[in-house]
């Protein structure tokens, strides 16, 4: 199966702000919804936002008020906008499905380094 392909990671300082894209599958996307997933070192990957083809949203605690799911029309790219960002955002950045159905195998992510 094609992996979904990340980018749009950096360097950042704390405060500021980057945008992440996620080139995904239409019909995938319409039928499971999307999500972006972050993994530190040490600790297991975790879910930080969703975004299903009616709109729906799901943010994280930890990332409620700073970061922006969305996607395109075409529910083709999804994109996570992350603003305010903080030294505990840091991370690898990862785009597939909510749940285990029509998830597809984890590609590179994208990094997030975010300086105090």
């Known amino acids: 199966q094609v992996q979904f392909v990340e980018s749009g990671g950096g360097l950042v300082q704390a405060g500021g702000s980057l945008r992440l894209s996620c080139v995904a599958s239409?019909?995938?996307?319409?039928?499971?919804?999307m999500g972006w997933y972050r993994q530190t070192p040490g600790k297991e990957r975790e879910l930080v936002a969703t975004l299903n083809s009616g709109g729906s949203t799901y943010y994280a605690d930890s990332v409620k008020g700073r970061f922006t799911i969305s996607s395109d029309n075409a529910k083709i790219t999804v994109y996570l906008q992350m603003n305010s960002l903080k030294p505990e955002d840091t991370g690898v950045y990862y785009c597939?499905?909510?749940?285990?159905?029509?998830?597809?195998?984890w590609g590179q992510g994208t990094q997030v380094t975010v300086s105090s």
């Open positions: 597939n499905t909510p749940g285990i159905i029509g998830r597809r195998p």
């Open positions: 239409g019909i995938i996307f319409s039928l499971h919804g």
